[in-house]
């Protein structure tokens, strides 16, 4: 394995390379970060062991991202369902999320910003994240979401209801509310409003599917799905995903 480092290095500089002459770079990119669990399993580890080793992948993947000029990424950390699991991993995996977030609004170059269904979780868990996130706000650079309690049917169901009780604090009945209604409300309602859509999702661990991140946003998105687990997600997966982004012609639904 030692001998294919350097190749690796140079496969990897020709990638990038050639991606910066092709100018197409995801302005938005989200993540699914899959496999942690069944990472461990191979060497014997705990769920906790998957998750602490997903976690410390997660700079390195900013880091990355912020070299190519990506504009804003999204890590789903924690799904609706996830929250469903054995209630010890539950609280483990809030506790490494936590660390993790107040690692990265520690680390200071980033914009955070926490997406979900926050309500659902502890009120400690919600309390610790978005003090972390709170300081730093207002900085610039890559803004990064962080999706924890995050569902896409959770997302939409939130959006309408933003937008129903918006029309009734108006003074507006429902059926006014309803006659008004659009497409373009649901949007102005996400937990990313005011984001441009993802143009790139990659997911690790081999899955095919999306199972409901960001099911508004990625409409017209580009897929990449990984065969890594996520603790192994290397730098050249990840120009592999860009370069597969940049050879596609995007045709946005027409």
Known sequence: MRLLTPLYGTYERRLLRRLRR???VPRHIGVILDGNRRWARQFGGSEADGHRAGAGKITELLEWSDEIGVDVV?????????LERDPDEVASLL??????????ANDGRWKLQ????????PKEAER??????????????LHVNIAVGYGGRHEIADA??????????KGLSLAEVAEDFSVEHIAQHLYTKGQPDPDLVIRTSGEQRLSGFLMWQSAHSE????????PDFRHVDFLRGLRAYAQRERRRGR
């Not at 999204?74 to 996830?82: A, H, R």
């Not at 926490?114 to 979780?121: C, S």
Request: charged share 25%.
């Open 22 to 24: 092709a100018g197409r």
């Open 74 to 82: 999204t890590l789903w950390m924690l799904s609706t369902d996830n």
């Open 95 to 104: 506790d490494i999320i936590g660390d993790t977030v107040e690692a990265l």
């Open 114 to 121: 926490i997406v979900g269904a926050l309500d659902l979780l």
């Open 128 to 141: 610790r994240l978005l003090s972390a996130v709170r300081a730093g706000r207002n900085r610039g650079g």
């Open 160 to 169: 309408v209801r933003a937008f129903l009780q918006e029309g009734v604090d």
């Open 223 to 230: 897929f990449y799905f990984c065969e890594a687990y996520w």
